[in-house]
């Protein structure tokens, strides 16, 4: 009888841990983790002041006349809430009011598009490659700046006035001037001619949108032989259509805010016969004039969704006739 061996089986190899973390890879990740945390604490702290003023002097405010829109509020006595009282006395009872909104609706209406239309002239004029360009953008900028300031509103009322420069011009070629600022039926020309002289800001905004345009379209356009108020109409308009919504966009909601003009050239008065009474002016005297501060918190609130409106409006129709690349 043969010796019989017998054969134990291999032991098995103990499975080794899958994603084994090197050593102090854990004391790493804590001191990673704590790192973040500090900077996103200095973040904040750096931030505090911006979220301070957010909170303190742009949503307290805010929330404050919206309160007080539904009030009777003279800034003297305590407000008591009149529900919708001041909004129904808008549109049903005050004359003035529908009167300056008349009043700023066709200041918008026709000051906005001239503005427009001059400033894309004279940026397609500044974007033939004048030597000194900046200079000369420098100088046509200015406008936009000081147009604002009551420097120029006290100019310009004189400029306009019976005695004013206008009027000296017009008298050596024999014509005889009128009171352009006193006159019902001229002095909202003279501030919206005002409106359409503070045309830098827009113009820059052109002269950059045509600078982005390919020269090899034109030079295409040109071997087909199209002309150049072709190339106007088939090149730069179209890719220009987003510049243009962006400027009318900002131009509709600082003019429906213009003030300083009309408070200035008709002496905080709106007159001649309420010719000049803009929306904001009229707010101004509701508020500050007569003290009926919650019937004017209920004017801005009217003014917010109607800037607001328009503006949704013209988002809406963007689609329409703005052109992003092949698409509209």
Do not use: C
């Not at 609706?105 to 900046?134: E, H, K, N």
């Not at 501030?191 to 390919?214: C, D, K, N, S, Y």
């Amino acid at each position: 009888m043969s010796d019989s061996i017998a054969v134990t089986p291999e032991r098995a190899l103990a499975p080794r841990r899958a994603h084994a973390k090197p050593p102090g890879a854990g004391r790493r990740a804590k001191r990673v983790n704590a790192h973040k945390r500090r900077e996103a604490r200095t973040a904040y702290l750096f931030l505090a002041p911006w979220f301070l003023g957010l909170f303190v002097i742009t949503v307290g405010p805010i929330l404050a006349s919206l309160y007080l829109s539904f009030t009777d509020f003279n800034m003297l006595e305590t407000a008591k809430w009149i529900g919708l009282d001041n909004y129904a006395k808008m549109f049903t009872e005050d004359t003035r009011f529908l009167t300056s909104l008349k009043v700023t609706t066709i200041y918008v209406v026709v000051s906005v598009p001239l503005q427009l239309a001059f400033a894309l002239g004279l940026a397609l004029a500044l974007d033939r490659g004048l030597r000194g360009l900046s200079f000369y953008r420098s100088i046509y900028y200015l406008p936009s700046l000081l147009g604002g300031s009551v420097a120029i509103a006290i100019l310009w009322r004189k400029l306009f006035g019976s005695d004013g420069l206008v009027n000296a011009v017009l008298d050596v070629f024999g014509i005889q001037g009128a009171g352009w600022v006193s006159d019902p039926d001229t002095a909202l020309g003279t501030l919206i001619l005002l409106h359409v002289w503070t045309f830098g800001a827009p113009m820059v905004i052109f002269l950059a949108g045509l600078r982005q345009i390919p020269q090899s379209y034109y030079e295409a356009a040109q071997v087909d032989g199209a002309g150049k108020l072709r190339q106007f109409r088939s090149i730069t308009l179209p890719l220009l259509t987003p510049i243009i919504f962006f400027n009318l966009v900002l131009e509709v909601i600082k003019s429906f805010q213009s003030f300083t003009q009309s408070f200035i050239v008709s002496s905080g008065t709106g007159g001649p016969v309420d010719s000049t009474l803009f929306y904001t002016l009229y707010l101004y005297l509701k508020g500050f004039k007569s003290y009926d501060m919650g019937y004017a918190a209920a004017m801005a609130w009217v003014l917010l969704l109607i800037i607001a409106g328009l503006t949704g409006v013209n988002f809406l129709a963007s689609k329409y006739w703005v052109f992003y690349g092949d698409t509209k």
